[in-house]
């Protein structure tokens, strides 16, 4: 999408997998995650609550019944509250702010409350995003976060692809819990060339992005949680 980035494609239904996990894959008409694929009405009688995030939001690696919104969307619906999932993997707040005003003003989806879950790699992923301009929101590259090295990228395809390897690599972590702490989602916060690399810009455009986001809602009558 040239508004605001990435997005899932529109009633989908098909098998993914995530390391050694297998989940299916369904969305609805919006492209949001959902229990089937299925045709969202854009206004409702019921109150309806929009999820925003990344990964963790998205829930990755799960149907999404099993994921911490399916989990929430099941019992709200128990007292006629609509719950949408709009999170997807790698978002960040410049993209929370895109994809919230394009579907205001564009699809013109109605909800009566945003939920936004920021996590500690937002400010990773904030660093690699640049906004064109205020108008149109435009993800590109910037060329600020330090390459992946080879032998790492090498080691994150073999965890995706081997049920053995991803065990080895989640032993090692229980043994040794620390050890994962080189992933570069979380080195701003305790190395001091990483912060100045990409944690500072990321930081720094996350607050600004997330200020805009709360503007973009309060222009709407939207209330939202952080």
């Known amino acids: 999408y040239e508004s605001y980035g990435h997005n899932y494609l529109p009633n989908l239904d098909l098998p993914r997998r995530w390391g050694p996990l297998e989940y299916r894959l369904k969305t609805n008409h919006l492209g949001f995650r959902d229990e089937y694929a299925r045709t969202v009405p854009l206004r ?10 990344d990964s963790f939001t998205d829930g990755v690696g799960y149907d999404f019944k ?65 906004s064109a301009s205020d108008s149109t ?50 080195q701003w916060t305790y190395d001091e060339k990483c912060w100045q690399d990409f944690g500072k810009y990321g930081a720094a455009r996350s607050i600004e992005y997330m200020d805009k986001l709360a503007g973009v809602l309060k222009e709407n009558g939207i209330p939202a949680a952080e």
């Open 66 to 130: 099993y994921t911490a919104i399916g989990q929430i969307a099941g019992e709200l619906k128990k007292r006629n509250i609509d719950v949408l999932n709009a999170g997807v993997e790698d978002y960040s707040p410049c993209i929370y702010y895109g994809k919230t005003r394009f579907l205001l003003a564009d699809t013109k989806l109605h909800f009566d409350e945003m939920v936004c879950l920021i996590d500690v790699s937002d400010i990773a992923n904030e660093s690699q995003y640049a």
């Open 137 to 186: 929101a435009e993800i590109l590259p910037a060329p600020i976060m330090p390459v992946q090295p080879h032998h790492r990228t090498f080691s994150r395809w073999w965890r995706r692809h081997s049920v053995v390897v991803e065990t080895a690599y989640r032993i090692k972590y229980r043994i040794s819990p620390g050890i994962g702490a080189d992933n570069r989602a979380v």
């Open 44 to 53: 409702t009688n019921e109150y309806r609550i929009l999820f925003m995030g």
